[in-house]
Nanobody
Framework: QVQLVESGGGLVQPGGSLRLSCAAS????????MDWYRQAPGKERELVAT???????NYLDSVKGRFTISRDNAKNTVYLQMNSLRPEDTAVYYC???????????WGKGTLVTVSS
């Protein structure tokens, strides 16, 4: 059973930085594409960043140049470094992966990021 546990959220001022972590278990982590999604109050969940097993990355246009996704396969962990944070980045951030074999989605419980002065 895949388990994803996010950490690192909190309250930060505009222009500040946070690093989110997602620890995975129950999965061959190195073979998985990993994603970060976010959901702001009253809005739909959106894909923020993706990193493939080979290390290729993709980003939501509004976070390009500010956010960086990375992975440490030895620690079964994916990270999201968030710099130059804006109030509109306020959301619950979720870690996600999908099995290429079964198509099953796995989600973490999320970590809240609040950007406010």
């Amino acid at each position: 059973q895949v388990q994803l546990v996010e950490s690192g959220g909190g309250l930060v001022q505009p222009g500040g930085s946070l690093r989110l972590s997602c620890a995975a278990s129950g999965v061959i982590f190195s073979s998985r594409t990993m994603d970060w999604y976010r959901q702001a109050p009253g809005k739909e969940r959106e894909l923020v960043a993706t990193i493939t097993s080979g290390g290729s990355t993709n980003y939501l246009d509004s976070v390009k140049g500010r956010f960086t996704i990375s992975r440490d396969n030895a620690k079964n962990t994916v990270y999201l470094q968030m710099n130059s944070l804006r109030p509109e980045d306020t959301a619950v951030y979720y870690c996600h992966t999908r099995s290429r074999v079964t198509g099953m989605d796995s989600w973490g419980k999320g970590t809240l990021v609040t950007v406010s002065s």
